[in-house]
């Protein structure tokens, strides 16, 4: 089976300017998670959807990060305006629904400057 | 909130040695995963383990749920075994994944 697809791979944009990234999941999966994961660190959760229904997002900075998951499906973060500090890898996983197996996307590697 | 800690952080090891990686976390879980993250950063997934344990080839894991603590193990590591482990634990109602900081194992040849 295909698994979790994400682009671009890559990123770099200047700070202020604002970027969106997008997942695919596994088909059939109704759970998407969008992580960070910061040089040297573990992922860290920023918004859970269980199908088009947001689980948490207590972890997003909703000042700047967005996303959403139409018709649960795939899913769209957006950052607007970009910091540096939002230099990270942002990796989407999916799963079959709560309390089961989830699977990682590749990541996209985003560079502010 | 729960804490996930993982231990140790860094690992080196002569090709052909065993070790054992540990996950504590702070509260009951519903799942636990174990990945292993290659150098390209792509999660692969090694064991879903909520209980028990599983072998799959020179890796083994074992949860103790009651005791809130899980063990990676691998045997007679490969250079190949280098990169980042995590553990992560789906928690609470709202079933959030969390993971640890990982530990990081480098198998010199």
């Known amino acids: 089976e295909a698994g979790v697809a994400q682009s671009p791979r890559y990123k770099i944009i200047e700070k202020r300017q604002s970027v969106a990234f997008w997942c695919n999941p596994i088909?059939?999966?109704?759970?998407l998670y969008w992580y960070q994961q910061i040089l040297g660190q573990g992922p860290k959760l920023l918004i859970q959807?269980?199908?088009?229904?947001?689980?948490?997002d207590s972890q997003l900075p909703k000042d700047r990060f967005s996303a959403e998951r139409l018709k649960g499906v795939d899913s769209t973060l957006k950052i607007q305006p970009a910091k540096l500090e939002d230099s990270a890898v942002y990796l989407c996983?999916?799963?079959?629904?709560?309390?089961?197996?989830?699977?990682f996307g590749q990541g996209t590697r985003l560079t502010v400057v | 909130g729960i804490q996930v800690e993982q231990s140790p952080p860094d690992l080196i090891l002569q090709e052909g040695a065993n070790s054992t990686l540990r996950c504590n976390f702070s509260?009951?879980?519903?799942?636990l995963q174990w990945f292993h993250q290659n150098p390209w950063g792509q999660l692969i997934n090694l064991f879903y383990?909520?209980?028990?344990?599983k072998q799959n080839g020179r890796l083994s894991a074992t949860t103790v749920a009651t005791e809130r603590y899980s063990l990676l193990y691998i045997s007679s590591s490969q250079t190949t075994d280098s990169g980042v482990y995590f553990c992560?634990?789906?928690w609470g109602g709202g079933f959030k994944t969390i993971f640890g900081a990982g530990t990081r194992l480098f198998v010199k040849a």
């Open positions: 383990i909520p209980s028990g344990t």
């Open positions: 996983a999916s799963s079959l629904g709560e309390n089961t197996e989830a699977f």
């Open positions: 959807f269980q199908n088009n229904g947001v689980v948490d």
């Open positions: 088909s059939g999966h109704a759970t």
């Open positions: 992560a634990v789906e």
């Open positions: 509260d009951s879980v519903n799942n």
